[in-house]
């Protein structure tokens, strides 16, 4: 079958076309005609060589990490219903979703309501779900203020949408005029740019008063760090993300100095059938329009490399989806 391989750790160019052997599906797995998979942030960090002490993954390996397909085929033990029907799973980082067939755990599925394309499923396999996550456990709550950081971002772009929708008050940072663009039209309600000057004592007249009940930094870093001080005396910070190279890192006992409760990468960690639970909230919001995901590109399976080169030129405004 068709696959698109990492051949080593490097730029995009490590990923190569190939034909490797079908799969099949084990006991307890389905084995997925691959429509569409997305690719997430960390999936270019790690194919470039980042995390190894994290991720255990070797070279050569089939990347794709997050599908939306048909079930081919079901394993020992799994319903035969699952057969034909279409489906998201989540297949961890060297998940083998570059390839025309793919197994995944059954316990793990989420079925694809019809209204919603394998594209825009596959866009929230991670976001959506990791997003969904974040907003419960913040515990955001209706009349709270929000600070997303990242906000024009695969995972950014789901959270302003849910936090809207929870009835939270969002202050978004996104880099540029494109970007701050699309994160208003989502529906923020002031929106601040990083590359601006002075974008932290921006954020902090557009917070007002006490600063964000819960700020989410999916950006790490510096950037992460400078914005330690816009979340309140109480309130929470996630720092989930790490484009920049690393977590944001707040010292836990300035936190806890100022009552603020400190989460991190493991609290959106998830197993398999929790992963599957909040995949069918998200699709289910798309498909009832309230969950737009915003997919700036697709490219085919051989073009897997054009896929992570558009990540890392921070040029794309949406995800990139690649489609088999
Ligand atoms: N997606 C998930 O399900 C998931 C799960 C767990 C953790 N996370 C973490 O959350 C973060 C966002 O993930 P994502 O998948 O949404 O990625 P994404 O769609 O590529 O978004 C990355 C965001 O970070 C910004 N960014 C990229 N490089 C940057 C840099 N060097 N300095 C500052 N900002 C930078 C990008 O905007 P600009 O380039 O315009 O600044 C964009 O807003 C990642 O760190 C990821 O590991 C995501």
Do not use: N
């Not at 024009?152 to 978004?172: D, E, N, P, W, Y």
Request: charged share 20%.
């Amino acid at each position: 079958m068709r696959a698109t391989q990492a051949i080593g750790f490097g730029g995009p160019e490590v990923l190569v076309p190939t034909e490797v052997p079908e799969p099949v599906a084990g006991p307890g797995q389905v084995l997925v005609a691959v429509a569409a998979v997305d690719t997430i942030f960390v999936e270019t960090q790690v194919r470039g060589g980042w995390g190894r002490e994290h991720f255990q993954v070797t070279a050569p390996y089939l990347p794709g990490g997050g599908i939306a397909g048909t079930v081919r085929a079901t394993g020992e033990g799994v319903d035969p219903a699952w057969r034909g029907r279409r489906v998201v799973a989540s297949l961890g980082i060297a998940g083998g979703g570059y390839a025309e067939l793919a197994p995944a755990p059954a316990e793990g599925l989420a079925a694809v309501p019809d209204e919603v394309s394998f594209t825009d499923a596959a866009a929230l396999v991670h976001d959506g779900v990791t997003a969904a996550r974040l907003l419960d456990t913040t515990a955001l709550r209706p009349g709270e203020q929000v600070l997303i950081l990242g906000a024009s971002g695969g995972m950014g772009t789901v959270l302003v949408q849910l936090a809207k929708a929870a009835g939270a008050r969002v202050v978004a940072v996104a880099r540029g005029d494109r970007k701050t663009a699309l994160v208003r039209e989502l529906g923020a309600d002031a929106v601040v740019d990083a590359t601006r000057p002075g974008w932290v004592e921006r954020a902090r007249e557009a917070l007002g008063g006490a600063g964000a009940d819960v700020v989410l930094d999916g950006v790490g870093g510096e950037v992460g760090l400078a914005a330690f001080p816009l979340v309140r005396a109480g309130g929470r910070f996630s720092a989930h993300g790490a484009p920049t190279g690393r977590f944001a890192p707040v010292a836990p006992a300035d936190a806890a100095a100022r009552g603020v409760r400190l989460l991190g990468i493991a609290d959106v960690q998830l197993t398999a059938p929790e992963h599957a639970a909040l995949a069918a909230r998200a699709l289910r919001a798309a498909a009832e329009g309230t969950l737009r995901p915003v997919i700036g590109a697709t490219f085919p399976l051989e073009r897997a490399a054009a896929a992570h080169a558009a990540i890392e030129s921070r040029e794309l405004v949406g995800k990139a989806v690649i489609t088999v």
